[in-house]
């Protein structure tokens, strides 16, 4: 329809098309807000769960809201002397830290390399990395705990940070953002007698903030949450990190409910944290690096 045909359209024709985008919009928002809701509603839950008696818990039918307010199963974990709360944090923090820059160095770096560089085999090599994105963790967990073993890095907390030190996905997210940034702006600074790696660090690493944030997000609540390869690797209970204590608090506890979500919230709550800041970056980075 040409904008001559919709100038001329009857007014009942107008009215009719108004109402129904408006129908349409209203739609949207009553599927976007039931989505909404049952997405927040189990994170609701466990947070006024925790603030429960187990009694009331387990009660039927169950209520959202706690009848009687107790901070008694937040003070029972801070007492409890086999739960070191400090250093499980301690640990996940620095696997998760450790995780995150060395990925963020690796990927860009990585990136940078398969987006302005020419060399034989490139789109191989390339096509290789983005092929171990298709092989499930649980293929390779047995060469790469055998590494571990060779290496003497078993019950350490650097093995569960060395067999991610490379991340293909977060290679191609990086290469197809990089591909955007002129050529000629990197050419200017070879003319002018800047080395290679000082081109990466000083221009192009600048201009990858919403793409590095976003990748810095999905690593530290994929790391955050791991528990599977910890599991496997972590024998000790003071290595542990926070989702072996959860599951560790569960086997303990487990006549206990109350204090079984009151250790998830410890566990969940750094993760909310993180997302409600990067928030806008995540979307904003993934958004321009599928333009680019």
Known sequence: MTTLDKAIQPPTQVRANRALRTVGLSLAYIILTLGLFMTLVPFIYVILSSFKTSLEIIKVPPSLLPEQWTTQNYLTIFNDPKIPLLRFYGNSLFVTVARVAITLFTSSFAGYVFAKYRFRGRDV?????????????????????????????IDTLWGLVIPSLVDAFGIFMMKQFIEGIPNELLDAARIDGTGEFRIYWRIVLPQLGAPLAALGVFTFIATWNDYLWPLIVITTHERRTLPLLLSWYSNQHGSNPALTLTAA??????????????????????????FK
């Open 125 to 153: 090599l390339f096509t290789f990395i983005l092929a171990t994105l298709m092989i499930p963790f649980q293929v390779i967990m047995i060469p790469a705990y055998l590494i571990l073993v060779s290496m003497g890095l």
């Open 265 to 290: 919230v410890f566990v969940m709550f750094p993760v909310l944290i993180v997302y409600s800041f990067f928030q806008r970056y995540i979307v904003q980075g993934v958004t321009l690096t599928g």
